[in-house]
């Protein structure tokens, strides 16, 4: 399912200072959000709407049952807002909070497939030139020898943006051959087309790579060394708010910690492409110990990912990001030239610039009130207009 983008803490730390500011606290506002202390008037002497206005808004008026927000830059305080309903139908209504996990959807490609190849090429297992072929034998054939791990991370290796595997085949060791024999629609190199089966191939190579599956292998290259004690995939439901509702089913249940996307489903709710679940406070951890400063990527690493590497193909992308000007950009009109971004279908998205220090992140389960309807594009742009940071 498509949507077109210090040393690190020791495992089991809490977060105590993420990037820009102070641990974020939860308002006490209605909407359940904080009103920033340097909040802007317009020209015109009007109040210029918050965040948590524009969040509190689009619960009321039905556009997502509910989210968590934070954001940050350097010498500005953290702002955090909640609001609305973790579930609103299919069961029993509950609260969002700050600890709901949220099914991240493709922010599973930058959160977990992304960091586990860098740091794996870091450790010279692979380089971004290696063939696909090296590491999965069987993918082979028919122009498949020629995508390197450099075109898989820019979706740039000519392959679908979607095969509905779980439409074609109930046995996932089926599926997955029919992955590794996934025909190409475009010369690799020639075309940015944003492709889960990409995704999905980063996620076999990596475990190909590690012997072990790719859940274990995120946690031991990722999730672990950056002290993500709540991110996972598959995670144990527990009491509400655990876990963040999303779509409903045919018998009138929501989803809630059973990943939405399908494919990922099929394949035991572990793929390169979908199926990580955390809550914001480890999305913030993850931004700062790996993009915006600390050890756990190399500083050219860094670069390297955060760069444009796909000019003149029909996109603006770095390596899994999504870079600005790309059709895919979700921030609006104000963050700077060098941000990176990436979104999830089920209403979720990061962002975060190197150069400024700023991020985001904003969590929803918009799918929840069903897919198709169109509403985040344009509230992702009025949240991250309202939240961008200064530009350098």
Known sequence: MTDPGGQPPAPGGTLTGPPGGTRPTRGTRASGGSRPEDETRPEDGTRRESVADVLGEAVRSGTIPGGVFASGAPGRATEMVVVGAAQARGGPRRAMARETLFDLASLTKVVATLPAVLRLAELGALTLEDRVARFLAAFGGEGRDAISVRQLLTHT??????????????????????????????????????????????????????????????????????????????????PPPAVAATELQPDGTALAGIVHDENARLFGGVAGHAGLFAPVDDLVRYLDA???????????WRREACRPQTGGLGGVRGLGWVLRGDPADPLGCCWPPRSVSHTGFTGTSLACDPVSGGWAVLLSNEVHFGRGRGVMRALRESVHDRCAPPRR
């Open 157 to 238: 290796a000519g392959l679908p943006a979607e095969i509905r595997f779980w439409r074609r085949y109930d046995d996932p060791d089926e599926a997955g051959r029919a992955l590794l024999g996934a025909p190409l629609e475009h010369p690799p190199g020639t075309q940015v087309v944003y492709s889960d089966v990409g995704f999905m191939l980063l996620g076999r190579i990596v475990s190909a790579i590690t012997g072990t599956a790719l859940d274990v292998s995120v946690a031991e290259l990722v999730t672990g060394p950056l002290g993500m004690t709540r991110t996972c995939f598959r995670p144990a439901v527990g």
């Open 290 to 300: 790996a993009w915006l400063g600390g050890q756990f990527l190399s500083r050219s």
